[in-house]
C-alpha cells in the first residue's frame, strides 16, 4: 500500500503560479506510472484528467487545456510528484488529487480507473 497526500494548492490571481506537490509513503513510487486529475466546483461526479508520466519518466501527457502551462515530474529521492501550474486561469479552479499506479504498462494513464492509489485532494482556487 501508499499514502499520497497532496499539498501546495490555495488562492491565486489569474496568471500566477502554484506547484502541487504529492508526498508519497509506504512504500517507494520509483516505477509507478503517475498521474493528476482534477475535480472542478458543480462537477462532483466528473474527475478530470490533468497530466501523466509513464513509470520510467521518459513520457508525459497534457490534456489540451493546460499543455505549456503545467509540467507534471517526480523526484524519485524524495519519493514526490508535482505539477508546476503557470499562467493559472479562473476555469483551473479545481480539487487536484495525484494518483498511481504501481505495475504499469509502459505508457501514460489517463483514466481515472486504471490508477489504484489516490490522494485526499488540494484546493486551487484562481481568481479573475
Known amino acids: 500500500q501508499v499514502q499520497l497526500v497532496e499539498s501546495g494548492g490555495g488562492l491565486v490571481q489569474a496568471g500566477g503560479s502554484l506547484r502541487l506537490s504529492c508526498a508519497a509513503s509506504g512504500r517507494s513510487i520509483s516505477t509507478d506510472a503517475l498521474g493528476w486529475f482534477r475535480q472542478a466546483p458543480g462537477k462532483e461526479r466528473e474527475r478530470e484528467f490533468v497530466?501523466?508520466?509513464?513509470?520510467?519518466?521518459?513520457?508525459?501527457h497534457y490534456t489540451d487545456s493546460v499543455k505549456g502551462r503545467f509540467t507534471i515530474s517526480r523526484d524519485n529521492a524524495k519519493n514526490t510528484v508535482y505539477l508546476q501550474m503557470n499562467s493559472l486561469k479562473p476555469e483551473d479552479t479545481a480539487v487536484y488529487y495525484c494518483a498511481t499506479s504501481p505495475a504499469a504498462p509502459a505508457r501514460v494513464l489517463i483514466l481515472g480507473e486504471e490508477y489504484a492509489f489516490w490522494g485526499q485532494g488540494t484546493q486551487v482556487t484562481v481568481s479573475s
Open positions: 497530466a501523466a508520466m509513464s513509470w520510467s519518466g521518459g513520457t508525459t
